[in-house]
């Protein structure tokens, strides 16, 4: 390869972080052994997923790169589970952030207004991408501080075979769900399986935001921008329906607390007891790899007095270090990346849409019943990157408040106080 030599190494290795749970976490590595003929600059990509497909995805991506660069080595690492954002926080703290890293739309706010993500905005990829992307990442003075790999869906998983068992019917809109949802608790089934990390807070969104969505959603965002307490207020539907479902035994509340997302909740499910699960589509492929023996599909919540309402949202943004001692390769790396070939290739990996303007589909029929509303613009951006406010952050604390037993009409007055701190 060019005078290199690539070698997929992946190490996992349990780590217990430093004021994070006691969970372990797994830390993948991608290496590459290089030729001892000639000098190397190296280049670090920290990341957040590390399935097998992303992975194998990823190292296509990079390996490309590399066979285009063969002076450059780009060593890839990957941390599962919620501890890479504190990870994150911490590097970004001592500033030994690496070349490339993966953000979220809480990190984005934190990290740009302190001069630590540069400026991609002179990247030629950028016009690739569907309109609706680029109002998440260009700024009004033109700047752009991440680039979405993959737009993911958030949904509601079916198990198809126990709804038939017990002669219910696919719920379709918020009347059907609560009587399918109320059947099987009074059956002794707690019907949904939410995580601990996204679940309530997509659903929130889904209830609360689906109006705002159908219209001018760039000048209702400036005005909650403005005034933050109107954002509460607007979520306060959403917060209702958490209360609701938690009043009605829907969810266990002491389960949820403790379930992880993507591996306790995928678990449940595919033990194939329990009717829904709330988690993202790209779960799909982790679930078909468990061989669950029912039929099932990803659906959009079924939470409107008329019909559903997809969450989807840009995801698995990248963003640069500003201090990189390398920055001219590291934006040769993200033009790599960011190619359409390479996006596709990692989109169909993570059973997500492309955020290109390319009409290509996962290949993943299980996501199939969400695509209607993907495609007809019924759909809820959970993390709006226009927004600036820390609303994932502060939707996961109420969230968490609420499992413990906080009323509704507290959680909206806390909403407020974390949103405007």
Known sequence: MNGCKRVLSIILISVILTGCSQRSSEIMLIESE??????????????????????????????????????????????????????????????????????????VINMADKGKLADLSSLSTIENYQDRMKEQFIREDGSVYFLPICISLYGLYINYSLLEAHGQKVPENWSDFMEVCDYFAAKGITPVIANNYASLRKLIAAKSLYSVYQQDTAAAIKEFNREPAKLA?????????????????????????????????????????????????????????????????????????????????????????????????????????????????????????????????????????????????????????????????SLSEITRQMLKGMPADKAVARLNQLLTQ
Not at 69 to 92: C, M, S
Not at 259 to 286: C, H, K, Y
Not at 318 to 331: D, Q
């Open 34 to 107: 290089p030729s001892m003929k000639q000098e190397h600059m190296f280049l670090s990509v920290y990341g957040y997923k590390a399935d097998v497909r992303n992975l194998i995805a990823i190292e296509k991506i990079l390996n490309q790169f590399m066979e285009q660069n063969p002076d450059i080595i780009v060593t890839y690492e990957g941390v599962k589970g919620i501890d890479y954002w504190k990870a994150l926080e911490r590097r970004a703290e001592a500033n030994v952030l690496d070349d490339v890293f993966m953000v979220d739309h809480d990190r």
């Open 233 to 393: 207020n607007t979520l306060w539907p959403g917060i209702e329906m958490v209360e609701e479902m938690i009043d009605r035994k829907w969810i266990d509340c002491a389960e949820v607390l403790e379930t992880e997302q993507t591996s306790d909740d995928l678990q449940l499910f595919v033990d194939g007891n329990r009717p829904f699960m709330v988690t993202g589509g790209w779960a799909a492929i982790r679930v078909k790899n468990m061989e669950p023996d029912f039929s099932y599909g990803v659906h959009p919540f079924p939470i409107l007095d008329k019909g559903s309402v997809l969450v989807v949202e840009g995801n698995t943004c990248i963003s640069v270090n500003a201090g990189s001692e390398h920055l001219e390769e590291v934006m040769r790396l993200i033009e790599c990346i960011t190619q359409p070939d390479s996006i596709w290739e990692y989109c169909d990996s993570q059973s997500s849409y492309t955020p290109l303007q390319d009409d290509r589909m996962p290949a993943d029929r299980t996501i199939l019943p969400a695509a209607e509303c993907f495609e007809c613009g019924r759909i809820v951006i959970g993390s709006d990157f226009r927004l600036d406010l820390p609303l994932d952050a």
